[in-house]
């Protein structure tokens, strides 16, 4: 996106490399520098099939780092190599207003994460987050032979509702993350506040939920406000091979 694009619709569109080139965004909704005023702004990415070209690499399938933007009724999978931190979503510089709906979510080092880098705007926490009924999974043979963290990550975020998914397969590794992290030493405001984690269906996993209310590095805010509700874990502590995938 430009500086300041808006009001961008894409609907039925399938988004991958034309070639086998090393790609760091496949989708790049803002960057990791732009100003306040330049964030890209209303845009829904509805009914798209966004994937990595086999024969190449690419790191990350959307950079959410705008405002007011839906992803929904999408398929994003085949993010994930060895040795490579990949996403299928990941924002860290876009001020919020999003929503993640009804999708299949498939990475390896995080299906979803916000955070990650320091926002190069100022006290800026992605804010007004929407997470609901989305698949978020990784196959079974990618267990041991890509990197994997967990399925889905906060380290900088503020008002957050994660109701009505599945997270599945972070096999020896936790299945969520919420650890308040200033990444790198450069964003002392970083937080994770108002966060409902609600009727989600948590499975096969090293381990549920992991929470970090500080950062333990580097200066930052302390978490406040998290709910954990009527959730469902089954085939946690997969280190124990026999109750899992």
Known sequence: TAAGAHHYRFVGIEFAPAGSDYVYNLIALGTDNHKLEEIPNNIEIDRCLIRPNPKGKTRRGVMLNSAETVIKNSFIYGFAYREEETQAIAGWNGSGGYKIINNY???????????????????????????????????????????????????????????????????????????????????????????????????????????LGKDDAYPSATMKRVQVVNNLFEKINCKLKKFCI
């Open 105 to 211: 979510i498939e990475a390896g080092a995080e299906n979803v994460l916000f955070g990650g880098a320091d926002p190069s705007i100022k006290n800026l926490v992605p804010t007004d987050i929407e997470i609901r009924n989305n698949l978020m999974s990784k196959p079974p043979e990618w267990r041991g032979n890509v990197t994997i963290k967990c399925v889905f990550e906060l380290k900088n975020a503020r008002n957050v509702k994660i109701i009505g998914n599945i997270l599945e397969n972070s096999f020896d590794e936790m299945a969520v993350r919420l650890t308040v992290r200033n990444q790198n030493g450069t964003a002392p405001w970083s937080t994770i506040e108002d966060v409902v984690f609600q009727n989600n269906i948590v499975k096969n996993g090293g381990g549920g939920i992991n929470f």
